[in-house]
């Protein structure tokens, strides 16, 4: 794999140290193309390539579902992880008590909280929640797992596969939050028995703001009831029968109306470099330049606290320090892109990194070594 030509996909290494996709990733050029493309046609061209453009993004939906292992039916496009989690929470009212981890990002959380759900909080051993403690943590009034993936804040990667047959084994429906995970660490909602699947393409999937999905299994379709409709939700929109309520059992019936086409497209674009690169070239790669960052920063002596195992490494380093935003504001100054998140600095590393990002990044955090 030539991982230069992977790096000039992404402009914004010439400027910058960006060690940040954990925060907001830069679009890849594939990705931006394909926004960019529509805005374009539209400006050209108005609304008369409206049919193409449903073509177009019901393409994007089949692609989506191939990367995670679904079918278009179960897929919808999204504004965030937000949005995608009330679709869900609104779907699951009134099931029972949802399970979730003390450390998640609020989109994992609120939602639930929102509408009166009863949300158990499971503390982490350290930074990871271990299948084991999860599975103590499981009572009769247990019906719904919440669980990002990997944790914003720690960089903590679950075994999906493994908490999916916990949810088996103890018939709980599981919902997953991959927005710190797509892209980059494969995902087959088959295997993993995820029932609900939630994310947002500004991270990890390179595609930018507006550009989220959520995938809904099919038993589920039939079930329950869609909370939220629009005129696209029927069996035949065409008809623009203002009074039919025959909704298809799709998860894009939840879209309501047109697509957002510009950021669906993006998306796709985004998923065509991944598929270009290779699912286990992308996660070898970040996986390899997570350790190789981890490494030097316990060789240097800082304080790293997100899991180096590589069975549980995400691309997600998290140095420990009170000092958080003063050295974040010194890195930033000499372009190096980092954040601060919960116990300290969150540093990230994506395919557009290299060795030499890191080690620049090593450097002036040695030369800033006395404010952790
Ligand atoms: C795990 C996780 N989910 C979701 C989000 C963002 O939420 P939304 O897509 O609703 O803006 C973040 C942002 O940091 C996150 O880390």
Same mark, same amino acid.
């Given at each position: ?124 051993? @350290?930074?990871?929640?271990?299948? #084991? *403690? /999860? ?11 919440? +669980?990002? $993936? ?118 796709? @674009?985004?998923?065509?470099?991944? #598929? *270009? /690169? ?11 330049? +997570?350790? $190789? ?80």
């Amino acid at each position: 794999m030539n991982w230069n030509d992977v790096r000039k996909e992404f402009p914004v290494c010439e400027k910058y140290v960006y060690l940040n996709p954990a925060g907001g990733s830069p679009l890849s050029t594939s990705a931006a193309k394909e926004g960019i493309r529509f805005y374009n046609e539209m400006n050209q061209f108005g609304d008369t390539l409206y049919e193409e453009w449903m073509d177009q993004a019901a393409c994007v939906r089949d692609k989506l579902a191939k990367f995670i292992g679904a079918t278009p039916e179960e897929i919808a496009f999204t504004s965030n992880t937000s949005q995608g989690m009330n679709f869900v929470s609104h779907m699951l009212k009134n099931k029972g008590n949802v399970l979730t981890m003390k450390n998640e990002f609020p989109s994992s959380t609120l939602p639930w909280l929102n509408i009166g759900f009863n949300v158990v909080m499971i503390e982490p051993n @350290g930074v990871y929640y271990p299948i #084991n *403690k /999860i599975e103590a943590s499981i009572n009769s009034d247990t019906r719904i797992l919440v +669980s990002s $993936y990997i944790q914003y804040s720690t960089g903590f990667r679950q075994d999906l596969e493994a908490l999916g047959n916990l949810c088996k084994k103890y018939n709980l429906i599981f919902v997953v939050n991959a927005t710190q995970a797509m892209g980059i660490f494969p995902i087959d909602v088959e295997k993993s028995n995820i029932d609900f699947l939630v994310f947002s393409g500004l991270k990890w999937a390179t595609a930018g703001y507006g550009a989220g999905g959520l995938f809904i299994r099919k038993k589920w379709l039939s079930k329950l009831k869609l909370p939220f409709v629009g005129w696209q939700s029927v069996v035949n929109p065409g008809l623009m029968d203002n009074q039919q309520t025959s909704l298809r059992p799709e998860a894009s019936a939840l879209e309501g109306g047109c697509p957002s086409f510009p950021t669906v497209f993006a998306l796709g @674009g985004a998923i065509d470099l991944f #598929n *270009k /690169i290779g699912k286990k070239n992308v996660m070898n790669r970040v996986l390899e330049l +997570s350790g $190789y960052l981890s490494g030097e920063l316990i060789k240097y002596d800082f304080d790293v606290i997100s899991p180096i195992d590589e069975a549980h490494r995400s691309g997600i380093v998290m140095i420990k320090t009170q000092n958080a935003p003063e050295i974040v504001r010194c890195l930033n100054e000499k372009k190096i892109i980092v954040s601060s998140r919960g116990a300290g600095i969150r540093v990230s590393v994506s395919i557009f990194n290299n060795h030499n990002d890191i080690d620049i990044f090593i450097h002036e955090a040695k030369s800033v070594q006395h404010l952790f």
